[in-house]
């Protein structure tokens, strides 16, 4: 199929790239001459698994083109919507500006029965507020909300958890339209349907608040054990085992309960505030109440880490030379946007300390936002002559292949924060090292 998506950041490029890797023709379609430059010569904008090679292979294949011309989009069966929704300046609510801005720009290039189909996580009600410009032009505007994670986001295009089609509906069931519509998307997405992918067809109020739950509940989780950890800390315990206990429980599951510095990144963050200033708006804001605790709760964890620096350091950080391993708001991603191991880094370096953060992928975007940081590809000399090592991003670098003796042949205190969880204290120990987790004794 022809296929358009409007919008080449995270979503749109890898989308794009995706859906020309099984087999569609996909014109990708951005206002940032930049990016479509780079993108136009196989070049991924940002670190992303696997995006490189469909890149590469869709524009040798002859499938996939870049362009700034919305006029390209003429001609597609279906056009995806990929722009971001950011949290608006001075508020919690979504911008919507960009989508409203790609709508409008499509409208001049629909054809009748063409879909427009909605990817960008959106408040819900918007696509009920979109329809009918579609509609003018003989279009019908679907809502296809994406859930891929970062650093997996090739597979999770390709091969999805579930696909979700909010489609026009008449009093809880699909229109013709909406029948139509929907039947379209299946062929879209025909490799992941044949394979027996869950395709639910719903409403479109329905499909927008799959994706904003799915991602409260997420953050859920992860405040929940975040918060177990603050309760660990003052009786002793340690959330580490708790979760595994908790986890075996198959109604509970041991995903999303990795205690920490808690989550960052474009989506979570943003999203749950989304939805707490959406529900105010719909007048449901006690329904959701909980999502300010679970943001607040997160953000204590932040305090929490510099707080475990400032006692291990005997009282204060000042002048004392900290080596941060991390930057990134997860590992397998270069993204910084509400990097909590970014803002300890940074929080750190305002308290007085000798900053030096590594990285394996995230430097560049870090030293562009934070200048005033000191930063170092190289882990070793990132360790050397540190008072203390803080982990704030589970890259397999530091969990994995750091080994303690190496790490203490470089550094000179014998302190180190695991402000992911992800080493293991007693080797740590062993080697001389006074251990720091976060929720654990
Ligand atoms: C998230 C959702 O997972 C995805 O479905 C949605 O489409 C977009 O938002 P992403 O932002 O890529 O994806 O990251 P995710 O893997 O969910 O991690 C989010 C944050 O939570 C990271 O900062 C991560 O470090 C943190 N996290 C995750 C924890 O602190 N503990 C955990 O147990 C899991």
Redesign the pocket.
């Known amino acids: 199929m022809r296929l358009s998506v409007v919008g080449c950041g995270y979503l749109g490029a890898v989308h794009a790239a995706a859906m020309a890797s099984i087999g569609h023709e996909v014109v990708g379609i951005d206002v940032d001459e930049r990016k479509i430059a780079a993108l136009s010569k196989g070049e991924a904008p940002f670190f992303e698994p696997g995006l490189q090679e469909i890149l590469t292979e869709g524009i040798a294949s002859g499938r996939l083109s870049f362009t700034t011309d919305m006029a390209a989009a003429q001609g597609a069966a279906v056009h995806f919507v990929g722009v971001g929704t950011p949290q608006q300046a001075g508020g919690y609510a979504a911008d919507l500006t960009y989508v409203d801005a790609a709508i409008d720009g499509l409208l001049p290039f629909l054809a009748e029965g063409d879909i427009v189909a909605g990817k960008s996580?959106v408040p819900v009600g918007t696509a009920a507020r979109l329809a009918p410009r579609v509609s003018e032009r003989g279009a019908t505007l679907v809502w296809n909300?994406?859930?891929?994670?970062?650093?997996?986001?090739v597979q999770?295009t390709i091969d999805p958890d579930r696909l979700v089609a909010g489609v026009p509906s008449d009093d809880g069931a699909p229109t013709a339209e909406g029948e139509r519509a929907a039947e379209i998307l299946r062929e879209v997405y025909h490799p992941s349907v044949a394979k027996g992918t869950p395709f639910i067809v719903t409403d479109y109020a329905t499909a927008e608040l799959v994706?904003v739950s799915?991602?409260a509940f997420?953050?859920t989780?992860?405040s929940f054990?975040?918060a177990m950890a603050e309760i660990a800390e003052v009786t002793g315990a340690d959330v580490t085992t708790l979760a595994d206990a908790i986890g075996h429980d198959a109604r509970i599951g041991r995903?999303?309960?990795?205690?920490?510095?808690?989550?960052?990144?474009?989506?979570?963050p943003k999203?749950i505030r989304a939805f707490s200033a959406r529900a105010e708006e719909l007048g449901r804001g006690e329904s959701v109440a909980f999502l300010r605790e679970i943001d607040a709760i997160n953000l204590r964890r932040r305090d929490r880490a510099v707080e475990l620096a400032t006692t291990a350091l005997d009282g204060s950080v000042f002048d004392k030379k900290i080596a941060v391993l991390g930057a990134a708001?997860?590992?397998h991603?270069d993204?910084i946007r509400d990097?909590?191991a970014l803002d300890v880094a940074v929080r750190l370096h305002g308290l007085g300390a000798r900053v030096t953060l590594t990285d394996p992928a995230a430097i560049d975007n870090a030293r562009r936002l934070h200048p005033q940081l000191t930063y170092d590809s190289d882990l070793d000399a990132t360790l050397r002559d540190a008072d203390a090592v803080i982990v704030v991003?589970?890259w397999d670098e530091y969990r994995r292949h750091l080994s303690p003796e190496h790490a203490a042949s470089l550094a000179r205190g014998r302190v180190v924060i695991d402000g992911?969880n992800c080493l293991d204290p007693a080797a740590w120990r062993a080697a001389g090292w006074t251990y720091y987790g976060m929720g654990r004794p």
């Open positions: 996580t909300p994406e859930f891929l994670r970062e650093g997996w986001a999770d994706k799915a991602n997420l953050a989780k992860i054990i975040n995903r999303f309960l990795g205690a920490g510095i808690g989550f960052g990144g474009g989506c979570l999203d708001f997860k590992p991603s993204d990097s909590p991003t589970e992911r």
